[in-house]
């Protein structure tokens, strides 16, 4: 049973940093490809930033520069490191594995305050 829980969200202030977890289980998490997404009040999801199984990373144009995704294979844990957050970065963090189908997790909430 694929399972994907995200962690690490929350409160704060614009220009600050957080980092988001998602600890995977019931998949082979190292060869999978591996993703963020991201939905604000009122607007569609959008792509945040995705990894390959060899550990090629790609992002939104929205986040470059400030936003890494990374991952533990070892550990089974998917990461988004998000600096220099502002404003409209408040949304819903998803995690995604993209294997037969898409699995997403249940989202953790970010919320930047001005």
């Known amino acids: 049973q694929v399972q994907l829980v995200e962690s690490g969200g929350g409160l704060v202030e614009a220009g600050g940093s957080l980092n988001l977890s998602c600890t995977t289980s019931?998949?082979?998490?190292?060869?999978?490809?591996m993703g963020w997404y991201r939905q604000a009040p009122g607007k569609e999801c959008d792509f945040v930033a995705g990894?390959?199984?060899?550990?090629?990373?790609y992002y939104g144009d929205s986040v470059k520069g400030r936003f890494t995704i990374s991952r533990d294979n070892a550990k089974k844990i998917l990461y988004l490191q998000m600096n220099m957050l502002n404003v409209e970065n408040t949304a819903v963090y998803y995690c995604?594995?993209?294997?037969?189908?898409?699995?997403w997790g249940q989202g953790t909430q970010v919320t930047v305050s001005s």
């Open positions: 990894i390959l199984g060899g550990g090629s990373t």
């Open positions: 995604t594995a993209s294997l037969d189908i898409d699995y």
């Open positions: 019931g998949f082979t998490f190292e060869t999978s490809r």
